[in-house]
């Protein structure tokens, strides 16, 4: 309202000071002229596309011998492996992985260094590496020491080790790399030696998994089979001498059957006819009346109230038949006329065989992650939260007891519920939440693409909104899959495709 002195000292002290400061930021942004961007993130640590432009051009001129590219390519991937790291830390969910499959083609020069980058321009920091599918593995032919074929089989390139290359490239930028591996899937070539056929699972129909999955590649193997215990414990240590950030067992099931056949409702059904498991299943039996009603159920599928009154003959100075896991009845039941005795028997025998199949595969679970533990890498299980699903009297034909999976080891479900809204993933993440104990590391397997919808399922962002609102306790969550994301790129990099 009043017109005040002008105090022309404090005026030009504040002139200069800005001016200061003016010509101070000046000098500073063109000190930076010359440096690499500052990385922009979006809320899902997600690197803006100029950002992702000018790393990618760097990287072409890296890879033309511009040295001057070179250096500024090497310390971009430092850059951004340091706010990579930081913006996860503060954003949910703190482990945000992609599962990726390797092809021959990517010895290449450059093609692992620009797959690794483009994870990075998503926001993630884990990459589950796929290094045991189809019956081949990813280990350079000269020391691949396992049964099966190297998957990388181009001439000249014998010695090439795509999963070490993979790994160190994945380090270089901030992630960690897991050896993701198929388990009780052997594949197609294990099927094909002859010295491994006692190996291979076998239901009582005489079927291997070859005649009931439609593709025709997925072998099951006898999960009590020694050999096949032996070879893949010798494969995982192969993996395990590239020290991977961690391991993925994938496939840890039975096969997956169609219609009538997804239920296994009797025991001709269970892939419980090897001589390894039946074997096992025979030293269950508790005395000679157990003995010989399990042999007769698994022969038969069913026993008769003859079987058991011949039995009782056979063996007068047992009492009831027993095996591991069954509580006999009290005396005066077990007196009871075998017509009597018969339903409850045949239930339990039953049940015995659907456990036993079951408890094959937690033993090779067992197995296949010990040389994982002595060396403290984590590991993960990878299943389906509805694969241990009891249906009516049958079971899920895959036999997957997930639920009694070790809770030291990861927990990886596979929640690709398709119903067109979130409604069936977030169910399936809820229910193996209700069912795993206190502490254990839940990593939901989550299938889509971000920013539109696919395969019946929204968008990857729609998603994991819905996770967290619902599961704000989970640390990290994973996508299905770089192919998924890229699918261009994945085809060009499979069929050696340049552009």
């Known amino acids: 309202m009043y017109n ?7 005026t030009t002290l504040f002139w200069r000071r800005l001016f200061a400061v003016v010509f101070s930021s000046s000098s500073l942004l063109s000190s930076f002229a010359s440096q690499p961007a500052r990385a922009q993130v979006n809320q899902y640590c997600q690197l803006s596309s100029a950002t992702a432009q000018e790393k990618e051009n760097l990287r072409l001129s890296a890879f033309k011998s511009n040295q001057n590219a070179q250096a500024r390519y090497q310390k971009i991937l430092q850059q951004q492996a340091q706010e990579l790291g930081k913006c996860r830390t503060r954003t949910w969910p703190q482990i945000q992985a992609i599962w990726l499959r390797l092809y021959p083609c990517d010895i290449q020069p450059g093609i692992i260094d620009h797959v690794m980058d483009r994870i990075v321009n998503g926001g993630y920091n884990q990459v589950y590496l796929e290094v045991f599918y189809d019956g081949q593995v990813l280990l350079p032919r000269t020391s691949n020491r396992t049964v099966w074929p190297s998957i990388i089989r181009t001439p000249g390139a014998e010695n090439i080790d795509l999963l070490s290359v993979a790994i160190q490239k994945g380090r270089q930028r901030g992630l960690k790399v897991y050896a993701w591996m198929f388990t009780t899937n052997f594949g197609y070539t294990y099927a094909q030696r002859r010295d491994r056929e006692a190996a291979i699972a076998r239901n009582g129909k005489g079927q291997t998994s070859l005649y009931v999955v439609d593709n025709g590649s997925q072998v099951f193997i006898d999960p009590y089979n020694l050999q096949a215990k032996r070879d893949y414990y010798q494969l995982v240590q192969e993996v395990l001498r590239r020290r991977p950030d961690g391991l993925l067992l994938d496939y840890v099931r039975y096969p997956r059957q169609a219609g009538s056949d997804s239920i296994a409702t009797k025991v001709s059904d269970l892939w419980v006819f090897t001589p390894a498991t039946q074997e096992a299943l025979f030293k269950r039996a508790q005395n000679y009346k157990g003995l010989d009603l399990i042999r007769r159920f698994l022969s038969k599928g069913f026993v008769t109230a ?3 009154t011949e039995v009782d003959k056979l063996y007068p100075r047992e009492g009831e038949p027993l095996w591991q896991g069954r509580i006999p009845p009290p005396v ?4 009871q006329p075998a017509t ?3 339903p409850l028997l045949q239930w339990e025998l039953w049940q015995l065989a659907v456990a036993h199949a079951m408890q094959g595969i ?5 197995i296949a992650s010990y040389p994982a533990k002595q060396l403290n890498i984590p590991t993960g299980v990878v299943f389906f939260p509805d694969g241990n699903q009891t249906v009516g009297q049958g079971y899920d034909s895959r036999l997957q007891p997930w639920d009694r999976f070790p809770t030291t080891l990861e927990w990886h479900p596979m929640s690709y519920g398709a119903c067109g809204n979130v409604s069936c993933i977030v169910s399936q993440v809820q229910r193996v939440l209700s069912m795993a104990k206190p502490g ?3 990593v939901p397997a ?5 920013g539109k919808s696919v395969s019946n399922r929204p968008a990857l962002e729609v998603q994991m909104q819905a996770l967290r609102q619902y599961a704000p306790q989970l640390k990290g969550v994973s996508h299905f899959a770089y192919s998924w994301q890229y699918p261009q790129n994945d085809s060009d990099r499979k069929f050696c495709r340049t552009r």
Request: aromatic share 10%.
């Open 4 to 10: 005040r002195p002008l105090n022309v000292a404090r």
């Open 306 to 308: 003859g079987d058991i």
């Open 332 to 335: 005066q039941k077990s007196i």
């Open 340 to 342: 009597y005795r018969q």
């Open 362 to 366: 937690l033993d090779f679970v067992t």
């Open 440 to 442: 254990t590391q839940i």
């Open 446 to 450: 989550l299938a889509g693409q971000w």
